[in-house]
């Protein structure tokens, strides 16, 4: 505890005598400072007590002592002590009255006792509480280190609950909660989600409190590197004390230890996941599962599903980004499936791959619904135009499921679905859509535009001049199967008219309408150039 009044009016040597006040005395005293000054609070922090002489004021003047009192009171001044038999023999009634009315503690000082000996009196009760804090600090750093060691990130949490006779929960990158201590407090951790992702979009070390109805919670960021890889919340009933304080950094270090360790087995991890992925897509399954052995091996043996990701802007940016795997769509994107499969127990391959990420996820589990749900969250946040411009979040193409041996085509299928979400401008486009839809959307690529309009250019040359309807004739033609009577029919034209226009239509082409790819690439060509509404 640090030095009170109390403390010091008990202090045998001091022989102090309380004037006014009396209800204060466990106010605890920051300093003790003597000053002569008419006006010391300019000179004042707060929790002083000021020791006077009066040789510059007039201590038996009822208004002078009025506002003295008062602007020392105002000041946060939490006593005041007086030494008789210097310049007045006894406390004036005026300052004993003025301290009475402000409950400003009035501290008579003998004049055998020297002011200094006060300030040294007050100098040693704050170094022995500092002592006191100091020691009790280690005794928790080595209590804290055992928990650690012994139960890990929980029985840490147990013994700083402890500590600070409180609560304390860990959260994982995502903001989830992880760990608590006690059990009960693991509903009040998770209503603090939200200030946990407001804190985490501070740059690192950060802390917040916050303010609730029954307690006071602190929470810090735990990690070195740009992005937080944890956080801790503390809750207590009132403002953390010295050695509580010190438990708490003591846990905020222990803490950041164990998540750097942990972010150099992932980077480890990481190494050997590049290792399988690159033997998977060279179809060598058996030396992935050998590379892979207990790690990943059990997501090599169930069917799972590739993720192809890449910056939805700029393809610079996206390959300075997904090469060091850095960018914030791609560690937004890998905080959301780690969390998730960490949450439960699942093995996942993430991997930096040339400008894009690749995932490896099993299929229906915790990491593949978390992709598909941030995919949902992305494509929210686009429509209501809260994505960062200057670095957009990630484009996803998913495949259909797949074992080891078939890796190599999944990838292909992740890509594709991948160019369609980029060219439909969604965040994720899973190759089942693909081979359950239909072909037409994929006909709005602007390539495709291009290579149609190009080959029915000369068609619609012919058309405008009036001598014919070529290129109705011809998609009526195409849509029949070529079947001379149905389309003539459908035109509303003679048999005979319907052939003479498609000859006209092979020799302005220079190609031949029995080749079945001819007929492919025009109708094809007609139903571009019909979405687009020409």
Not at 120 to 143: L, M, N, P
Not at 304 to 313: M, P, T, Y
Not at 337 to 366: H, Q, T
Not at 408 to 416: L, N, R, V
Request: charged fraction near 25%.
């Amino acid at each position: 505890m640090p030095p009170t009044l109390a403390s010091l009016v008990h202090h045998s040597a001091l022989k102090l005598t309380v004037r006014a006040g009396e209800d204060r005395l466990d106010t605890p005293v920051r300093w003790a400072h003597v000053s002569e000054l008419a006006d010391p609070v300019p000179y004042m922090e707060g929790g002083e007590l000021l020791l006077i002489t009066a040789l510059k004021l007039d201590a038996e003047d009822p208004d002078t002592m009025r506002r003295y009192v008062k602007r020392l009171v105002g000041a946060g001044v939490v006593g005041l002590g007086f030494a008789v038999g210097v310049n007045y023999p006894d406390i004036p009634d005026a300052l004993v009255e003025a301290a009475r009315a402000e409950e400003l503690p009035l501290i008579e000082v003998p004049r055998r006792t020297p002011f200094l000996a006060i300030s040294k009196a007050v100098s040693a009760a704050i170094a022995a509480d500092q002592y006191r804090a100091v020691t009790a600090g280690f005794a928790a750093q080595r209590e804290l280190t055992k928990q650690a060691l012994g139960d890990g990130a929980q029985g840490l949490l147990g013994a700083l609950a402890g500590q600070v006779d409180g609560w304390a929960a860990l959260y994982d990158a995502s903001g989830a909660v992880v760990a608590t201590a006690p059990e009960w407090a693991a509903r009040r951790a998770a209503r603090l989600t939200p200030d946990v992702e407001r804190l985490r979009e501070r740059p690192a070390p950060a802390s917040l409190v916050v303010a609730g109805a029954d307690d006071r919670v602190e929470l810090h960021t735990l990690g070195t590197g740009r992005r937080p890889r944890a956080a801790l919340a503390v809750g207590t009933a009132s403002t953390l004390g010295t050695a509580e304080r010190y438990a708490v950094h003591s846990a905020i270090a222990l803490l950041t230890l164990t998540t750097e360790r942990s972010r150099s087995l992932q980077d480890a991890e990481a190494r050997i996941g590049s290792a399988v992925l690159r033997m998977l897509l060279a179809g060598e399954p058996d030396h992935a599962r050998a590379v892979a052995g207990d790690l990943y091996g059990g997501l090599l043996d169930a069917p799972f599903r590739l993720v192809v990701a890449e910056s939805a802007g700029p393809a610079e940016a996206a390959g300075e980004a997904a090469g060091a795997a850095e960018g914030a769509w791609s560690a937004e994107l890998v905080d959301a499936v780690e969390s998730a499969a960490a949450r439960f127990g699942e093995a996942l391959l993430v991997v930096p791959y040339g400008e894009r990420l690749v995932l490896l996820v099993a299929d229906g589990g915790a990491a593949h619904l978390a992709t598909v749900e941030y995919a949902a969250l992305l494509d929210a946040r686009r429509a209501e135009g809260r994505e960062p411009a200057e670095e957009p979040g990630p484009l996803m193409g998913l495949s259909a499921p797949a074992g080891p041996i078939a890796a190599a085509p999944a990838y292909k299928q992740a890509e594709q679905a991948l160019s369609v979400a980029r060219r439909r401008g969604r965040s994720l486009v899973e190759h089942e859509e693909l081979a359950a839809g239909s072909v037409l959307p994929l006909l709005a690529d602007d390539a495709v535009r291009a290579f149609a309009d190009g080959l029915l250019r000369a068609l619609r040359e012919h058309d405008a001049t009036g001598r014919g309807d070529l290129v109705a004739s011809l998609r009526a033609w195409l849509s029949r199967h070529g079947q001379w009577d149905a389309a003539a029919a459908d035109l509303g034209v003679h048999r005979h008219t319907l052939r003479y226009r498609m000859r006209r239509v092979e020799e302005i082409l220079g190609r031949s309408l029995d080749d079945p790819d001819v007929r492919m690439e025009l109708w094809l060509s007609l139903k571009a150039t019909s979405a687009a509404g020409e």
